[in-house]
């Protein structure tokens, strides 16, 4: 039954309660601080600015006491996801990425194989963006509930409300998004153990897993999706049911206030995000 356990692995969009300092940052100041240290990350290209992205990512899940080990899961879903990527960054894009300090060389070449040194350095570079984005995704979501993620998210979104943008409904929007992403984990796990009770070979271990698992995944694809259909629709009739409307005069008893770690952390975030955006360049490696 561990084959068909996905929810475990499933990091993001699950709340952990929790005192520590990061569980106790105003929603705003957390999504600001993932907003800058996430632009850093996304033009970070040497070796060394993104040592210290994994490391600051690190350091801001054990300040916020989430098991190391638990964070390390989500890794698992993704691996085949990382693996194909490399491949075809590996094999496919030697010439699209010129390696950061040095100059270009060509290490192999075989028709459209073509592998040089950008392409080991784009494949390194991709691997720990990836893990960096899952870490702060999975650390904000879980030391974040749902509601004061969609308090911060409109609160931000507000003054933009002026030209048009429905601040209200986005933040809704996006908090929905991240909320169905375990649901639809729990409803692969419920569909895959109810098509292995009937025959399905859906745990098949072999050399070539990968290719049988891709057919199998092909095959729960359609189920799934009409299940996130149905769950969708029945959203929408509940909040129907409960006359919900728009963000426009709405009022609302939540009324997020900055405290003094707030600023510091927004400070922190801020400053370290410019560091090493100004300084990736002058990095070795």
Not at 123 to 130: E, L, N, P
Request: charged share 15%.
């Amino acid at each position: 039954m561990e084959d068909f356990e996905f929810l475990r692995h499933i990091t993001i969009g699950q709340y952990l309660p929790g005192d520590s300092l990061i569980h106790r940052l105003d929603p705003r100041t957390k999504l600001s601080v993932f907003l800058f240290i996430t632009i850093a990350v996304t033009f970070s290209i040497s070796y060394i600015s993104n040592i210290i992205l994994v490391l600051v990512a690190l350091g801001l899940v054990l300040i916020s006491r989430i098991p190391l080990r638990y964070i390390f899961s989500g890794l698992k879903p993704a691996v085949p996801i990382i693996i194909m990527l490399a491949v075809l960054q590996l094999l496919f894009y030697g010439n699209a990425f010129a390696p950061y300090g040095a100059e270009n060389r060509t290490l192999f070449h075989w028709g459209l194989i073509h592998v040089t040194t950008g392409s080991i350095q784009l494949v390194i570079v991709s691997a720990m963006r990836f893990v960096e984005l899952l870490f702060l995704t999975s650390l904000l979501t879980n030391t974040t509930t749902l509601t004061d993620l969609t308090h911060g998210m409109e609160n931000m979104l507000r003054p933009f409300s002026r030209i048009g943008v429905p601040s209200h409904e986005l933040s809704l929007v996006m908090t929905i998004a991240l909320r169905f992403v375990p649901l639809l984990a729990e409803q692969l796990e419920i569909i895959m153990k109810a098509q292995a009770s009937r025959g399905a070979d859906i745990a098949h271990k072999g050399k070539l897993q990968f290719i049988t698992t891709a057919k199998q995944v092909a095959a729960l694809i359609v189920p799934l999706f009409i299940d996130a259909f149905r769950r969708g629709e029945d959203l929408i009739l509940a909040m129907q049911a409960r006359c919900y409307v728009g963000g426009k005069g709405r009022s609302s008893l939540v009324h997020l206030k900055f405290q003094k770690i707030d600023y510091v952390a927004y400070a922190f975030g801020l400053i370290f995000s410019l560091a090493v955006l100004v300084t990736h360049r002058y990095m070795p490696f």
